[in-house]
């Protein structure tokens, strides 16, 4: 079953009077920072080879200490998925900042397009916001209505945000927000009874901050149809052919999700100071 398309006014950027009144207007900032460096010599490298390229199983070894042999970059593994992985220094961000910006940002569209100017037309829940729910829990188990342009194309997709544990994290160990925490969601196409992949940000304490370290797994085994046994499994099958997303759109991605997270590191620190008690 798909999710019903929920009635939105689309355009990228701020008109006039879009935030009169707007506690976070201040945060409003329409340049994007240059790619960092370490992203640009991902996309010059081009496709890894898909030995170095994790299965989704692996997503849990993101609390292991240390780094990955692949924190930047992108190719296809051998089950046909495309894989898309990046790092982000956040200076002066926690991991519970993180936790509750997910939470706040998708009440508003107008405070989903402070996250990223160039991109984010639009963002709104598929339901009430949870009373006195706080970090975590304010987004886990709902749903977030997306339209975004990744490149030069409008993508309008479902996030459906899961518990970290639903993809084998040990949740006891992100018991401290201060210390680490992992947004899980599932991705589906707006309109349609299809999920596209998944995304997991495993934000983790550094000195100085946290650094997100991002990973997607989209189409091959991950692309399926909501569908319900054998239909499902063959519909599957079909949109898995028809509806992998190209390497070409993989790059978009990778540079998405740097500029991105980039820039809500310039403001979340302070807009957190100001208003994480406001709801």
Request: proline share 5%.
């Given at each position: 079953m798909s999710h019903p398309i929920p009635s939105r006014s689309l355009h990228l950027g701020m008109r006039e009077g879009e935030l009169r009144d707007k506690p976070y207007a201040a945060f409003w900032n329409p340049r994007i920072a240059p790619l960092v460096e370490h992203v640009r010599e991902a996309l010059l490298w081009g496709p890894l080879a898909a030995p170095l390229l994790p299965d989704l199983k692996g997503a849990p070894q993101l609390l292991d200490a240390g780094d990955h042999e692949v924190e930047n970059g992108l190719g296809v593994r051998d089950d046909g998925a495309l894989f898309i992985a990046v790092r982000t220094a956040m200076p002066d961000v926690s991991p519970a900042m993180v936790d509750w910006w997910f939470g706040w940002h998708g009440q508003e569209p107008q405070r989903y397009k402070l996250w990223h100017p160039r991109a984010h037309v639009h963002a709104c829940w598929g339901d009430a916001d949870p009373p006195g729910a706080k970090g975590r829990t304010r987004y886990v188990g709902r749903v977030s209505?997306?339209?975004?342009?990744?490149?030069?194309?409008?993508?309008?997709?479902?996030?459906r945000f899961v518990r970290p544990a639903e993809l084998g994290f040990d949740e006891a160990a992100l018991a401290d927000p201060a210390q680490a925490t992992v947004v899980c969601a599932r991705i589906g196409l707006l309109g349609l009874p299809v999920e596209a992949g998944w995304l997991v940000h495993h934000v983790?304490?550094?000195?100085?901050?946290?650094?997100?370290?991002?990973?997607?797994?989209?189409?091959?085994?991950?692309g399926v149809v909501r569908a319900p046994g054998f239909v499902g499994a063959v519909a599957s099958r079909f949109a898995r052919r028809v509806a992998s997303p190209s390497l070409e759109e993989a790059r978009a991605l990778l540079v998405h999700c740097s500029q991105e997270m980039s820039?809500?590191?310039s403001f979340l620190p302070k807009l957190y100071a100001e208003l994480h008690e406001v709801p």
């Open positions: 209505f997306v339209d975004e342009y990744i490149g030069s194309q409008l993508q309008q997709v479902t996030i983790r304490g550094v000195p100085g901050g946290a650094e997100m370290r991002s990973r997607f797994w989209l189409g091959g085994p991950h820039h809500l590191a």
